[in-house]
Nanobody
Framework: QGQLVESGGGLVQAGESLNLSCAAS????????TAWFRQAPGKEREFAAA????????NYADSVKGRFSISRDAAKKTVLLQMNSLKPEDTGVYYC???????????????????WGKGTPVTVSS
C-alpha cells in the first residue's frame, strides 16, 4: 500500500523551467524504481524519465533527453524532475509512478508500474 503525490506543475512560457516533485509514502519506499510519465490531451500516456531505487541509473525519452533531469532524495522519499527549455509539446499532465525493484533497474513502461499519483498539469505556452 502506498501513495504518491506530485506537485510543481503550472503554466510557463516556452524556454522556461519547472521543477516537479513526487513524494512517496510507501512501505520500503527506498527500493522502488520511479518514473515520470506524461499525457497530452487526446494522446496516450508516454514515458518521460526514470530512476532506479539507488538513484545511480537514469533513463530518458529521446524527446526530453538533454532538457530534463531526474533525481532522488532518499531521505525525503522524493523524486524530482527538473525540466528546462520547455516546449509547447511538453504540455500535459505529468504522473509519477513506482515499481518495486530491488535489482537496481529502471522501468519505462506504463504496464510495469505498480503505483500511480494523480498527476500535476504542465502547460507551456508558445
Amino acid at each position: 500500500q502506498g501513495q504518491l503525490v506530485e506537485s510543481g506543475g503550472g503554466l510557463v512560457q516556452a524556454g522556461e523551467s519547472l521543477n516537479l516533485s513526487c513524494a512517496a509514502s510507501l512501505t520500503a519506499a527506498r527500493i522502488y524504481a520511479t518514473a515520470w510519465f506524461r499525457q497530452a490531451p487526446g494522446k496516450e500516456r508516454e514515458f518521460a524519465a526514470a530512476i532506479n531505487w539507488r538513484g545511480d541509473v537514469t533513463n530518458y525519452a529521446d524527446s526530453v533527453k538533454g532538457r530534463f533531469s531526474i533525481s532522488r532524495d532518499a531521505a525525503k522519499k522524493t523524486v524530482l524532475l527538473q525540466m528546462n527549455s520547455l516546449k509547447p509539446e511538453d504540455t500535459g499532465v505529468y504522473y509519477c509512478a513506482t515499481a518495486w525493484d530491488p535489482t537496481g533497474g529502471v522501468r519505462s513502461k506504463v504496464e510495469d508500474m505498480n503505483y500511480w499519483g494523480k498527476g500535476t498539469p504542465v502547460t507551456v505556452s508558445s
